[in-house]
């Protein structure tokens, strides 16, 4: 069963904050974030309208304050504002009280989070080009299940009842393949059979083996839509008893989507140069390095924020060098037992400098909504001279 690659249309006019969260969820699909992650629309009606949205690392009284001025109705955080369970939602807290303003002023918020630094094409994949020239792969490479491809559902039907058979379970749901539907696979054989004696059958006499040229009728079919086409097999099926059976199918891998990335570099770099590419193109003052300034490196490890329980599984594919934005104190003694050099940049630096691109490709796929990168968000500390 093949189908197209699905393309997503074109927006326009009017937009409502459900389009956002749509092509928010095609640049960073939902399926991709970490289990223990909180993204998509976190707050707001998706039915409601959105004409501007805003993108910013964090949501905090400026990055509000900002959203209000501009008659923003959207703020697409990289950072989930709702993260941990929330038992009460009140204004007692700080928390609290900037998710209530949030609402009164009618602002839906979203977040991608690690959905982003996974998607092909999201964080982690800018950071690799702000490196150098390589190739690159994910680190821990993700599977996913397509929409409504979870289950597949064969079933055997005499040739002349197949059309009908196939008719009833599409309206039911199965066989539908991104934007095309009926989609089957058939195979012609020979199917046998001997009704016993409380059998009714419709095809055949009791107690005699009866052959029938029979299809194996296969169609994909999601959880969620197997009561259905199973009612709609029996309902269709001219056998009494139809032979079908169902089974559950593997998430699809994802090569170019996963957490972190690993990277062979074209050339060798020294970590010194490495730093310089990264200062650079990350808009840094400095950075940290864990390791020999100049050591050369082929094989690099890298994943944007907080990516320290990455190192070991790089470290297991030849890398040399970590690239994250923090780490704790006794994980860079770690890495440096373990031989393996890091460079550290800032959990927010190197996330920050995605928004402009994040923007751009929202824009894109919304043209009827204006996107900003905000203005107001900042990282929570900044380096002072004594």
């Known amino acids: 069963?093949?189908?197209?690659?699905?393309?997503?249309?074109?927006?326009?006019?009017?937009?409502?904050?459900?389009?956002?969260?749509?092509?928010?969820?095609?640049?960073?699909?939902?399926?991709?974030?970490?289990?223990?992650?909180?993204?998509?629309?976190?707050?707001?009606?998706?039915?409601?309208?959105?004409?501007?949205?805003?993108?910013?690392?964090?949501?905090?009284?400026?990055?509000?304050?900002?959203?209000?001025?501009?008659?923003?109705?959207?703020?697409?955080?990289?950072?989930?504002?709702?993260?941990?369970?929330?038992?009460?939602?009140?204004?007692?807290?700080?928390?609290?009280?900037?998710?209530?303003?949030?609402a009164r002023a009618g602002i839906a918020l979203l977040s991608p989070h690690t959905a982003l630094d996974?998607?092909?094409?999201?964080?982690?994949?800018?950071?690799?080009?702000?490196?150098?020239?390589?190739?690159?792969?994910?680190?821990?490479?993700?599977?996913?299940?397509?929409?409504?491809?979870?289950?597949?559902?064969?079933?055997h039907v005499p040739i002349d009842h197949v059309d009908a058979v196939r008719a009833a379970m599409a309206r039911a749901g199965a066989g539908t393949i991104g934007e095309y539907t009926h989609c089957s696979f058939e195979v012609v054989g020979s199917g046998t059979f001997m009704p016993g004696e409380r059998a009714r059958p419709r095809l055949g006499s009791r107690g005699t083996l009866e052959r029938v040229t029979e299809c194996r009728l296969e169609k994909v079919c999601s959880a969620a839509n197997l009561p259905a086409v199973v009612a709609a097999i029996r309902a269709s099926h001219p056998y009494e008893e139809p032979a079908f059976t169902i089974e559950t199918l593997a998430p699809v891998p994802m090569p170019r989507a996963g957490q972190g990335r690993l990277m062979r570099l074209r050339a060798p770099m020294t970590a010194r140069s490495i730093a310089r590419s990264l200062a650079a193109g990350l808009r840094l003052k400095h950075v940290e390095l864990v390791g020999e300034p100049s050591q050369r490196h082929t094989?690099?490890?890298?994943?944007?924020?907080?990516?320290?329980?990455?190192?070991?599984?790089?470290?297991?594919?030849?890398?040399?060098?970590?690239?994250?934005?923090?780490?704790?104190?006794?994980?860079?003694?770690?890495?440096?037992?373990?031989?393996?050099s890091v460079l550290l940049c800032g959990h927010t630096e190197t996330e920050r400098p995605y928004l402009r691109v994040l923007a751009r490709r929202l824009q894109r796929l919304l043209p009827g909504l204006k996107v900003a990168v905000s203005k107001a968000d900042r990282p929570p500390a900044r380096t002072i001279e004594p």
């Open 1 to 102: 069963m093949a189908c197209p690659n699905r393309q997503v249309p074109v927006k326009m006019h009017p937009m409502l904050i459900a389009d956002l969260a749509q092509a928010l969820d095609h640049i960073a699909p939902r399926s991709l974030a970490a289990e223990w992650d909180n993204v998509g629309l976190l707050l707001g009606a998706g039915s409601a309208p959105c004409t501007r949205a805003l993108v910013a690392i964090d949501l905090t009284e400026p990055v509000l304050d900002e959203a209000i001025r501009l008659k923003t109705q959207a703020i697409v955080l990289y950072h989930p504002p709702i993260f941990a369970p929330m038992r009460h939602l009140h204004d007692g807290t700080p928390r609290g009280a900037l998710l209530l303003r949030a």
């Open 299 to 340: 094989t690099i490890g890298l994943c944007a924020g907080s990516g320290g329980e990455l190192i070991t599984g790089a470290r297991k594919h030849g890398a040399t060098l970590f690239i994250t934005g923090e780490l704790k104190h006794h994980d860079r003694l770690d890495a440096a037992a373990h031989g393996t």
């Open 118 to 155: 996974a998607a092909d094409g999201g964080v982690n994949d800018f950071l690799c080009s702000v490196v150098g020239e390589g190739q690159s792969t994910p680190l821990e490479p993700a599977a996913a299940t397509p929409t409504g491809q979870s289950h597949r559902v064969t079933v």
